[in-house]
């Protein structure tokens, strides 16, 4: 699975591509799955090369999928719909408590308060003021 990352006016997304069958390629845009019909590439196409998928030896520093489970230490709190980034109520390094107002998103003309889902420590923020978010993006890191 590849992985990139495009700036479009202002706006971050996280795409990550699968793999691809025939025309349709399986396409994943800041968490959110997509099946995407591509046109037909000429017969002369280069092959797409398959390889084993390799053991880490190490944690990876960002898994694409993660479990949102007190068991994996660290929880993201996701936008629940999709929206703009108004305030960000918290630092990295800041205790937590479950129901604590973390983020205020903007959503169809309405501001939406977001909380933490668990007690912990803030380890990462991943938006900005201002930023444009979609359904399900991780907003912040709780460890």
Do not use: W
């Amino acid at each position: 699975m590849k992985e990139y990352k495009y700036k479009i006016n202002g706006n971050v997304y996280k795409v990550a591509i699968g793999d691809i069958e025939d025309n349709i390629a399986h396409v994943e845009v800041n968490g959110t799955s997509y099946k995407v019909e591509m046109e037909k590439a000429p017969k002369e196409a280069v092959k797409p090369v398959v390889r084993p998928v390799a053991k880490p030896t190490a944690a990876p520093a960002a898994p694409v999928a993660r479990p949102a489970t007190a068991s994996t230490g660290k929880s993201g709190v996701k936008s629940p719909l999709p929206g703009v980034i108004l305030d960000i109520k918290v630092n990295v390094g800041d205790s937590v408590k479950k129901g604590q107002l973390v983020v205020i998103l903007e959503a169809m003309k309405m501001e939406n308060s977001i909380n933490a889902d668990r007690d912990g420590k803030i380890t990462a923020i991943n938006v900005s003021k201002g930023d444009s978010v979609l359904e399900g993006t991780d907003l912040v890191i709780i460890e």
